[in-house]
């Protein structure tokens, strides 16, 4: 399985900003997707959840500004951010439980991250 962010870039504080994560391979099933962040010398935070029927969790630091979707007939996840802070500079990492075909193995899958900046 292959995950592929996209969505970084620069953005003034207070705008917004969406990252997406499509998945492809011999995907049987998608099950959680994750977002995670990581700041330069800060260690890596798991920001949103959302498992395969659409329940969510999110970090404290971004509940309310955070909305993290997914569109299961696309492979794809989204984390729409909205009244960003500098502090939510970061390089964003999807992740994917998944399950293969033909060896219906399950495991964990990373992408390589988005990187974006919030900065006036």
């Known amino acids: ?3 592929q ?8 504080p207070g705008g ?3 990252l997406s994560c499509a998945a492809s391979g011999t995907i049987f099933r998608l099950h959680v997707m994750d977002w995670y962040r990581q700041a ?3 260690q890596r935070e798991l920001v949103a959840t959302i498992i395969s029927g659409g329940t969510t969790n999110y970090a404290d630091s971004v509940k309310g500004r955070f909305t993290i979707s997914r569109d299961n007939a696309k492979n ?6 909205n009244n ?7 390089v964003y990492l999807c992740t994917a439980d998944a399950t293969i075909t033909p060896t219906f ?5 990373w992408g390589q991250g988005t990187l974006f ?4």
């Open 105 to 109: 193995v399950r495991r964990r899958y």
């Open 1 to 3: 399985v292959q995950l």
């Open 16 to 18: 917004s900003l969406r």
């Open 84 to 90: 960003l802070k500098p502090e939510d500079t970061a």
């Open 76 to 81: 794809t996840v989204y984390l729409q951010m």
């Open 117 to 120: 900046t919030v900065s006036s």
């Open 40 to 42: 330069p010398g800060k």
């Open 5 to 12: 962010a996209s969505g970084g870039g620069l953005v003034q």
